[in-house]
């Protein structure tokens, strides 16, 4: 049975990239709402998300899970920065420690995704 290849496997970093970009920018969208059930939302969420991005990085580049690990704190800076930008342009929230916040989700992203791989290298 000839199977065509899927682009996850021809093109890994695109989708780990795109994993740790949709995580923190789709929960960034989502927080103002999930703010109101309790403050810790938001934060269990994202921390999940990175948890889950680091995952599917190691998944897919399980020879590189250091690399993979990366590739998502890169997709994390990317969509921060960008929800930083957007949100303010189309009706959405203004941001005074916007620099503040960037170094904080990105460092948040890499202490999620490099504990994942380094359990990752260490099995």
Not at 42 to 54: D, E, H, K, M, R
Not at 61 to 68: E, F, K, S, T
Not at 90 to 109: Q, V
Request: proline share 7%.
């Amino acid at each position: 049975m000839n199977q065509e290849p899927s682009m996850a496997k021809e093109n890994p970093e695109f989708f780990i990239f795109l994993a740790g970009f949709a995580s923190v920018f789709l929960v960034s969208l989502l927080s103002p709402f999930l703010i109101d059930i309790a403050p810790i939302v938001p934060f269990v969420l994202v921390t999940g998300a990175f948890i889950a991005s680091g995952i599917i990085g190691c998944v897919l580049i399980p020879q590189q899970p250091y690399r993979a690990a990366r590739i998502v704190v890169g997709g994390a800076f990317i969509g921060i920065t960008l929800h930083i930008i957007l949100v303010p342009k189309i009706g959405g929230f203004e941001r005074n420690l916007f620099p503040l916040e960037i170094a904080t989700i990105t460092l948040w992203a890499a202490i999620c995704a490099f504990t994942v791989a380094k359990i990752k290298a260490s099995t």
